[in-house]
């Protein structure tokens, strides 16, 4: 009957011991999310304002090597992430998107291309905002002023980019704020509810003797444990979201740096630790100062 008790009894632990952190890996693999979408949000932000274009239009007495040559130079600036010659044949493919259409237009000009050659511009994310782009094209105008007639490209895109980032970017914390504080107030609610079951035990070693860091370590060390153990099992949740969203999602992948993944990985580890530690320490601290008689 004794062993029968035992054996029910360690089951229940290793039942409770799986239960936390289960549901302390659940929370740290919401954390993940949020952390993760921070990180994600820069990402798919350099995409849409690196997809950004400006077209340069050049005096008509340039012809296609001078371009060319201009290009290669552009090429060396800090300012661009990809720089592109745009022959006249292929503005008019992008100008028109259909044969038909081309041949109307080529048509009107007695089939003579009325589109000249040009140099396609896409910028840095950090010159991709109003005061970036003013600023290229005046160092564009400054340095070939012989040679450009024109720098265009749409304010209203530059404008609408990035003041739709930023205000996403406040809802996007504010949010992640919010779920942080519910991910770790669940976190120590379920740390409180596993040492629940072992009020009597931190008592009864604190009666026969045990000093407070020597009941502590035992149950800092299973909380150390468990954190390591739920953060990996959120990080594995986390990066089969991640995968699953990549190929799901054809226009806009989710991509990370060495860096921002090292940094993610990191947090979700020192997070997990963190909580489960503090959390730990705060209820045991609750039940060593507790009388016998309130554990009842």
């Known amino acids: 009957m004794a062993k029968k008790a035992a054996n029910y009894s360690k089951r229940g632990i290793r039942t409770g011991y799986v239960s936390t952190v289960i549901g302390i890996s659940l929370v740290i693999f919401m954390i993940g999310l949020v952390l993760g979408g921070i990180f994600g949000l820069r990402s798919i932000e350099k995409q849409a304002k690196e997809n950004l274009q400006a077209d340069i239009f050049f005096k008509s007495e340039l012809n296609d090597a001078d371009i060319k040559q201009i290009e290669e130079e552009l090429k060396g600036w800090p300012e661009f992430a990809e720089v592109f010659f ?3 044949e292929r503005a008019i493919q992008e100008f028109t998107g259909e044969s038909e259409a081309e041949k109307e237009i080529l048509a009107l000009f ?3 291309n009325p589109l000249p ?3 396609g511009i896409k910028p840095k994310m950090e010159f991709a905002s109003r005061n970036g782009m003013s600023a290229i094209k ?3 105008l400054t340095r070939f002023k012989g040679e450009i007639d024109e720098v265009n490209y749409d304010k209203a895109s530059v404008s609408n980019v990035n003041l739709g980032f ?5 809802l996007f914390l504010a949010v992640a704020l919010l779920l942080i504080i519910i991910a770790v107030a669940m976190i120590n609610n379920t740390i409180r509810l596993a040492l629940y079951s072992k009020r ?3 008592k009864t070693m604190q009666l026969v003797g045990a000093t407070a860091m020597y009941i502590r370590k035992p149950f800092l060390g299973q909380a150390l444990i468990q954190g390591l153990l739920s ?3 959120g990080l594995a949740l986390l990066l089969t979201v991640f995968y699953g969203l990549n190929n799901l999602i054809e226009t806009i992948q989710i991509s990370y740096t060495l860096e921002s993944f090292s940094m993610l990985v990191g947090l979700l580890f020192a997070i997990g630790v963190f909580i489960t530690m503090i959390s730990t320490w705060f209820a045991l601290n609750k039940y060593l100062r507790m009388k016998l008689d309130d554990l009842y």
Do not use: G, V, W
């Not at 930023?166 to 406040?170: I, P």
């Open 166 to 170: 930023k205000q996403f970017a406040l």
């Open 138 to 140: 005046r160092k564009l």
């Open 231 to 233: 953060a990996l099992i």
């Open 86 to 88: 745009i022959s006249p």
């Open 200 to 202: 009597f035990t931190i």
């Open 110 to 112: 007695d089939d003579e």
């Open 117 to 119: 050659p040009t140099i």
